[in-house]
Each structure stands twice: as structure tokens, then as C-alpha cells.
């Protein structure tokens, strides 16, 4: 397209007038920051790590260290029992908060309080209430009777704390998320349910947990991702103490780089749940629509 | 439910309300006794620190006292930490903000070719665990040169906020109505007039929402922080506050003081807001099935 000058004086827009206005030169200008950002933060730290990871002597050396395989037994724990014993809880607190009693909004409210204060107030709190000489619960188990717990200072208390401090820190908002979407169901289902004289139980059965299905699926995987990465609440619960035993890759990539100076072990730590992270973030993909 | 309750219905529904309360009664003593027991101790003189209680039978203000003050060697730098966080936080508030209404004008208002990718970007940058990252990305700052500078925590706080930010704008964008652009059109202004002087007075109300969140991120946010800034005066409040463990006699009334304070500003935010801090995910998840 040549310029050419018409009547009216006014010019044929220039190519790069015409490149500017092209609605795809105008998305990634408008995205351009934001992919940016992904590119120097996201994708080149990734294949960073990827690079230095594909080094098999890591592999080996990890595999070969104790703490490593107690490393990932603990992860699993805690990304398979911590994350579905929340969920499952989360899945019938929403059915008590769904209630339409006027205090049971007051109690959805305070209920939120844990999501809102940052882990580690609550994890200091948690941490002095374990603390095997002053801490609360020994004083109670004193008062009982029982003899004193050193909650933090053996293995499967510490690991179970660091749980407990999860599910209470994250259960409200997972029950927030499922509490919206039990709302999103038509009120018409409950109400021909009803018409059939259909118990609650019933109703959970037949119209709640099918609609609910595909939410519990994506919040699941959601959740386990998110908490496969955590380092804040296993590191300041526990630091890994007894004797390492309680740490989580998070945790251990942490202490291999920064305290035995071992980059390609921290590295490799990651690269290690990477395939199921991306198995996660690809069924994710499917699922959610953004 | 419980409008139009008969006589038996009625009975049936105080039963069910008596269930509740009792049910009600075990999830608020597990909610509140952590938080409880963290203002007990803050409230607590060091005397009696050492012997435990389910109430301060000597309760003092002194602990907040001390901190405001800097009043020991444990808070001796509290009002430069709380900046520190307070400026990062309001950084990653500003910069999230602005890249995420940016971005979301183009994902949901200009129908332009790669939008698929942006948001299988996007998508991916909100699920990666942040940790994963964290070491190269320290890697890289130690390389530039931006360790112990703010920059760098905001930075990661931004790239780690805006995929949130992103979706949840995207998706109020989508629903406002096709007029913005025609009203752009007649009047003759361009893409980036109709963005500033149309599309962006429409998207305020979740535009404070999720700065709020980026806010809340930054503010949150321990391990960037503990990587990213050495030297007391200069780390954000809470890598101050875990330092606090690394010593055997750490004062845990005065801590627990450091931690209300710094757990008021998240509580405020997330109770204005948190209509808005949900409801972006779910509507994806939603959406989704």
C-alpha cells in the first residue's frame, strides 16, 4: 500500500502505523512486561536449574545420603496426608458454614483468622505451646497426669506438628473455596431433591459431590504443588532438627546450598519433583480455564 | 433453607442448631487458642514467662513498649525492619498493579493471537512452587550484583504476584460490556487512550483488591527475604523475627509483641478484602469443570 494523498488531505496509515494497530503487535506490547518478568524470572532460573541438575553425580550422591531418602519420605507425608486430611475437612466445614444461622456467619469469620495472620506468628506460637519444658501442652499433660512429650525434639512429633501447623494455617481457605462453591450449586437441585424427600446424606451424595467433583480434583493438585514447594512452615517449625530428620525437599535444597555450599545438590533436590510438579501443572492446564 | 419450616421442621432445626454449636464450640477452641496464646504471651512479664498458664496473671504492656522503643537488643532495628517490609510490600502493591492492568487489557479486551501462551505462562509462573526457583533466582542476583538490595526482593515479589493479579483482573475485564471500545472508537482514541482514560477508571474496584494481595504477598513472604537481604537494619521484619530463634535465650514474650504487631496490618487487609482474595480462583476452578 502506497501513500497516496486523498481529497480530503488526510494520509493512508504507514506500515509501521498499521504493525502498531495489528491486534497481536498490541496484546504483547500490553503483556509485555508481565512475559518479561515470566522470561527473566521464571523461565530462565528454570532452565538454569535444569542445566546444572542434568548433572548425574547429584543424583547419585543424593540418593546415596540418608537424610535425601528421609527427605522424600517425610515430603510425602507431607503432601499426601497433611494436603487430603485438609481438604476432606475443609470439604465438610464448608457443609457447616453453608448453614444460614445467623452465627454461623460470625463463626465463618473468626474461623478465617488463621489464613489471615502470616505463618510465623502462628508457627512461633505453635513452637513455644511444644516447648518441651514451658511450653502448654506438657503443663497440661503434667496436670493430667501424663508424662512430658519432647514434641519437638524426636521425629514423627516434630514432623506431626509441622503437619498440624499446615492444616490449621490453610484449612480455612480451602473451606472458603469450597464453601463458594456449594453456593454456585442451584438452589433448583436441592429444592427437586427435596420433592423426592431426599436426606441429607442424599442430597450430599447425589447433587453436592458430583457438582463438587472437578473443584476437589483441581484444589487437590493444586494444593500438593503449593505445598511440595513450602520451606517457610517445616523450616521454622522444625529447621529440619532432630538431627535433620524432618526436613522436606524445600527445607534440604536450602541446607545443601546455603550451608554445605553444594549449588548442584540443591539443584538436584528440585529437579527431583520436578516431573510430578509438571505432571500437576499439566492436568491443571486442562482443567482450568484462565 | 429454614424459611418455610413447619412446626416439626422447626424442632428438627434446633436439634441441628445444638449439633452445631457444639461442633462450633471444638472448631473455634482449634482456630483461636494459637492466636489466643500468642497475645497471652505478648502480654507476658518476663517473670513469669516460665510458668505456663491459660491466662497472664501479671499482664504488662512492656513488651510492646520495648519494642517500640527498640528497647533491646533483640528489636534494636524494629521501625527500619517494619519499613523494610512496608517499602517492599508497597512496591510489589504499585508494580503488580500496574503489569496486571496491562496485561489484562490485552487478555481480555484485544482478541490478539498468542493470548493462549500469555496464559499458559501465566498459569504455569502461579503454580511452580516459588522455592523450586529460589535458587537460581538467587544465583542470578548474586551475579548482578543485587543482593541485600531491595530491587531484587521486589522483583521476585512481582513476578510471583502477578500471575493472581493477572487472572483475577482478566477475568472482571471479561465481563464488563463491549462498549468501552466502541465508545473508544467513536471518539477517535487509540488503544492506549481507551486503556487510561476508559478501561482502567472501570477496573478500580479489583484493582485495589489485588494490590491488596501483592501487598499481602510481599508482606508474607519469608524465604526470598531470608535469601535476598543480610545485615539486620536492612532484612524485612519477619527474617528479623526468625533470627530471634537462632540464640538459645530468646526472649519469646517480646517476640510474640514483635509478631501482633506485625500480624495486624495481613489481619486488617484480609477481612476488608477478602471477598475479592477468593473469589478470582474460584471462579477459575469453577469455570474450569
Known amino acids: 500500500m502506497s501513500p497516496t494523498t486523498r481529497e480530503g488531505g488526510r494520509r493512508a496509515p504507514s506500515r509501521v502505523a498499521l504493525v502498531l494497530r495489528s491486534r497481536t503487535t498490541q496484546g504483547f506490547l500490553f503483556t509485555a512486561p508481565l512475559l518479561v518478568l515470566f522470561a527473566a524470572f521464571v523461565i530462565y532460573p528454570m532452565a538454569f536449574g535444569v542445566w546444572y541438575a542434568l548433572d548425574a553425580d547429584s543424583y547419585r550422591a543424593l540418593f546415596s545420603d540418608p537424610t535425601f531418602r528421609q527427605t522424600v519420605v517425610n515430603t510425602l507425608w507431607y503432601v499426601g496426608f497433611a494436603v487430603n486430611v485438609k481438604l476432606f475437612l475443609a470439604l465438610l466445614l464448608s457443609g457447616i458454614l453453608d448453614f444460614q444461622f445467623a452465627w454461623i456467619r460470625v463463626l465463618a469469620a473468626l474461623f478465617l483468622i488463621p489464613w489471615a495472620v502470616p505463618a510465623l506468628p502462628g508457627i512461633l506460637s505453635f513452637r513455644w505451646m511444644l516447648n518441651s519444658q514451658w511450653g502448654i501442652f506438657n503443663y497440661l499433660l503434667g496436670k493430667f497426669g501424663f508424662a512430658s512429650v519432647p514434641w519437638l525434639a524426636q521425629h514423627d512429633t516434630a514432623l506431626g506438628a509441622v503437619i498440624v501447623f499446615h492444616i490449621w494455617k490453610y484449612l480455612p481457605f480451602w473451606t472458603i473455596i469450597f464453601l463458594a462453591g456449594r453456593r454456585a450449586i442451584p438452589n433448583e437441585l436441592y429444592e427437586a431433591t427435596a420433592i423426592d424427600g431426599a436426606s441429607a446424606l442424599q442430597n450430599f451424595r447425589y447433587v453436592t459431590f458430583p457438582l463438587l467433583r472437578n473443584l476437589y480434583l483441581i484444589c487437590t493438585l493444586l494444593s500438593m504443588v503449593f505445598t511440595l514447594g513450602d520451606f517457610t512452615v517445616p523450616w521454622l517449625m522444625t529447621g529440619g532438627a532432630p538431627g535433620d530428620s524432618t526436613h522436606v525437599l524445600a527445607t534440604l535444597a536450602y541446607r545443601y546450598t546455603f550451608q554445605m555450599g553444594r549449588l548442584e545438590w540443591g539443584l538436584a533436590t528440585f529437579a527431583v519433583a520436578l516431573p510430578v510438579t509438571l505432571g500437576f501443572i499439566g492436568l491443571l492446564l486442562r482443567w482450568v480455564k484462565i | ?289
Open chain 2, 1 to 289: 433453607m429454614g424459611d418455610d419450616m413447619s412446626a416439626p421442621g422447626r424442632r428438627k432445626g434446633r436439634g441441628l442448631q445444638v449439633g452445631l454449636s457444639l461442633l462450633a464450640i471444638v472448631i473455634l477452641g482449634w482456630t483461636l487458642f494459637p492466636v489466643y496464646y500468642m497475645l497471652l504471651l505478648s502480654f507476658t512479664p518476663t517473670d513469669d514467662l516460665f510458668q505456663p498458664g491459660l491466662y497472664v496473671e501479671h499482664p504488662t504492656v512492656r513488651n510492646y513498649t520495648y519494642t517500640m522503643g527498640q528497647d533491646n537488643p533483640f528489636v534494636r532495628y524494629f521501625w527500619h525492619q517494619i519499613g523494610n517490609s512496608l517499602v517492599v510490600a508497597l512496591w510489589a502493591m504499585a508494580l503488580v498493579a500496574a503489569v496486571a492492568a496491562l496485561g489484562s487489557f490485552a487478555m481480555a479486551r484485544l482478541h490478539f493471537r498468542f493470548r493462549r501462551f500469555v496464559s499458559g505462562l501465566t498459569l504455569f509462573t502461579y503454580v511452580i512452587p516459588s522455592s523450586f526457583l529460589s535458587i537460581p533466582f538467587f544465583k542470578m542476583m548474586a551475579d548482578y550484583d543485587l543482593i541485600d538490595t531491595k530491587l531484587s526482593l521486589i522483583l521476585a515479589m512481582v513476578t510471583f504476584a502477578a500471575p493472581y493479579a493477572l487472572w483475577v483482573l482478566s477475568d472482571y475485564a471479561r465481563s464488563l460490556p463491549p462498549e468501552i471500545e466502541e465508545a473508544g472508537a467513536i471518539d477517535g482514541a487509540g488503544t492506549l487512550a481507551t486503556f487510561l482514560y476508559l478501561y482502567l477508571p472501570l477496573i478500580r474496584p479489583p484493582l485495589i483488591a489485588i494490590g491488596t494481595y501483592a501487598f499481602l504477598y510481599a508482606w508474607n513472604e519469608y524465604l526470598y527475604a531470608l535469601l535476598l537481604l543480610t545485615g539486620e537494619p536492612r532484612v524485612t521484619l519477619p527474617v528479623a523475627m526468625s533470627n530471634f530463634l537462632t540464640t538459645d535465650n530468646a526472649p519469646w514474650n517480646l517476640l510474640m509483641a514483635v509478631s501482633t504487631v506485625y500480624a495486624i496490618p495481613p489481619v486488617v487487609l484480609y477481612y476488608c478484602f477478602k471477598r475479592y482474595l477468593v473469589s478470582g480462583l474460584v471462579s477459575g476452578a469453577v469455570a474450569g469443570t
